[in-house]
Nanobody
Framework: QVQLVESGGGLVQAGGSLRLSCAAS????????MGWFRQAPGKEHEFVAA????????LYTDSVKGRFTISRDNAKNTVYLQMNSLKPEDTAVYYC????????????????WGQGTQVTVSS
């Protein structure tokens, strides 16, 4: 029903910045809570950030607070993750996810997932 496509990943040095984008299909993007998760090799999906339907409320995992900013542009059907002051421990595949309900920190609560975009932070 909803297709999500992430972009913007890449290789950066520690302390650098990246902006991830997630483009969604359909005309009901504004009705979905959007989230970002990440998965490092051999690890489970980890919650990173989420944003409410109108973009007013946001949630972040403690490790990225003050460094990452989630935002959305409903007119463009796009959610963003601005990542500053990147650290090697941020290295992971980053996934965009959508849920037609209230914001959640649990990966299993999200209904739609993108293919992921690799973020690698070198020291």
């Amino acid at each position: 029903q909803v297709q999500l496509v992430e972009s913007g990943g890449g290789l950066v040095q520690a302390g650098g910045s990246l902006r991830l984008s997630c483009a969604a299909s359909g005309r009901t993007f504004s009705s979905y809570t959007m989230g970002w998760f990440r998965q490092a090799p051999g690890k489970e999906h980890e919650f990173v950030a989420a944003i409410s339907t109108r973009g007013v409320s946001t949630l972040y995992t403690d490790s990225v607070k003050g460094r990452f900013t989630i935002s959305r542009d409903n007119a463009k059907n796009t959610v963003y993750l601005q990542m500053n002051s990147l650290k090697p421990e941020d290295t992971a595949v980053y996934y965009c996810a959508a849920r037609r309900s209230w914001a959640s920190r649990r990966a299993g609560d999200y209904d739609y997932w993108g293919q992921g975009t690799q973020v690698t932070v070198s020291s």
